[in-house]
Structure formats: C-alpha cells, structure tokens
C-alpha cells in the first residue's frame, strides 16, 4: 500500500508554546487529508479534513484557531496546535487518500505522541 | 458524518476462543472498513466491504455486510495473542469517521 509518513513521532512541549505535526504521502498524491485525535484506549476523533489548496473543515466542538491546518501541497499537510496545554496531550494521526470520492482507502501516518508539560 | 456504534467496547478471551466485534449504524453505508490498531502506531486497513451481504475472510477473520448495509461484524476464529488490538470499523464516505472501538485482549 501507499506510504504516509507523519513527524515528529514524539514530541515534548513546554506549555503556551506551539508544535507543527507534519503528514506527508511519500508515493501518492493525496487529495484529502484527515486529522484525528485519539486518547488513550479510546478511538479515533476526526478533527478536520483539509483538501490540497482549500480551507480545512473543522468538525464541531473543533476550535480551528487553535488546531491550525495547512494543506498546500499534494503531498504535504501540517497541523499546528497553536499555545499548548496539558489537555491539548494526546495522540495525533492523520490519514490520506488519493480521490476525494468515497470508498478510496485511506492510509495512515505513524502518528504523533504530544505531551505538553 | 454516521454516528457508528461499536459493541462490545472490550473483550478480552482465551488463546484458541472465537469471538465477534459488531458494527451497527442507523444510516445506510456507501461503504464500510475494519482496522486494526496496536498501541502507539496508526490503524491498519483490514477489510472494505461494500456490497449488502457480502462476506470476505482473511484468515481467521471472517468480515460480514448486512444486507441493507447499515451494520458489519468481524468474526475472529481460534484467537490467537496475536490478535490483541484495537479493531475500528470506519464508514468511508466522504469523511472516514470511526466507531468507538473494541479492545481485544487474548489471553495466552
């Protein structure tokens, strides 16, 4: 399958500063990106889902000047979590596809442990 | 976005046991996927199921689609430890959106 590769893996942040994920789809051109957040032992939560070249749609509850996200390219989408707080702790995954129809498979990143400390 | 209920939310069973991970939805799906998630990793694509009364096995896991398409269920055969792991059923529509996952725990 498809490679999406996400970075950092880990990463530590004191709190108030900012942390920048980055997604990226090595062997494909990925038409949609998906951000999730998932706590411990819990699913995923889809945050937004951002289109190449177009405004991310946040879902509801989502504060979407504090979870900034950047898809500029084909291939690349960076999500920003803007003044970070301990509650902001939390795995973050994002996820790719090549169509932006239904049914495409999606391919995920490693995903990303954030602790703000 | 279809709100997704997954059932049970854990399992945890015996090496060589059968079990079952259902996937219900008050909506008809375009299509439906299973993933399997280890801890610190992103899920791993399972199954798509798409036709109303399909069934796709994949080994020991056995993958039906209701026939009006609003619910799936995954059926594991002789467990195996191996087989711990978050399962995520996921509708693939426009947004992938997951149900709340079922952590399954087999015991050696």
């Known amino acids: 399958g498809a490679v999406v590769s996400q970075h950092p893996s880990r990463v530590i942040c004191k709190s108030g500063t900012s942390v920048k994920i980055e997604c990226r789809s090595l062997?494909?051109?990925?038409?949609?990106m998906f951000w999730y957040r998932q706590f411990p032992k819990q699913s995923l939560m889809l945050m937004a889902t951002?289109?190449?070249?177009?405004?991310?749609?946040?879902e509801q509850g989502v504060e979407k000047d504090k979870f900034l996200i950047n898809h500029a390219s084909l291939t690349l989408s960076t999500l920003t979590v803007t003044s970070a707080h301990p509650e902001d702790s939390s795995f973050y995954i994002c996820s790719a596809r090549d169509h932006s129809g239904s049914g495409t498979e999606a391919f995920f990143g490693q995903g990303t442990r954030l602790t703000v400390v | 976005t279809q709100l997704l209920e997954q059932s049970p939310q854990f399992l945890s069973i015996q090496e060589g046991e059968n079990l079952t991970v259902y996937c219900n939805s008050s909506?008809?799906?375009?299509?439906l996927q299973w993933y399997r998630q280890e801890p610190g990793e992103g899920p791993v694509l399972l199954v798509t199921?798409?036709?109303?009364?399909e069934v796709k096995k994949l080994k020991r896991l056995t993958f039906q689609f209701g026939d009006a398409r609003k619910d799936s269920s995954l059926h594991i055969t002789a467990a195996q430890p191996g087989d711990t792991g978050l399962y995520l059923c996921a509708a693939n529509d426009y947004k992938l959106s997951f149900g709340a996952g079922t952590t399954v725990t087999v015991r050696a």
């Open positions: 909506s008809v799906f375009s299509s």
């Open positions: 062997d494909f051109q990925a038409t949609t």
């Open positions: 199921v798409v036709t109303g009364g």
């Open positions: 951002s289109n190449e070249g177009s405004k991310a749609t946040y």
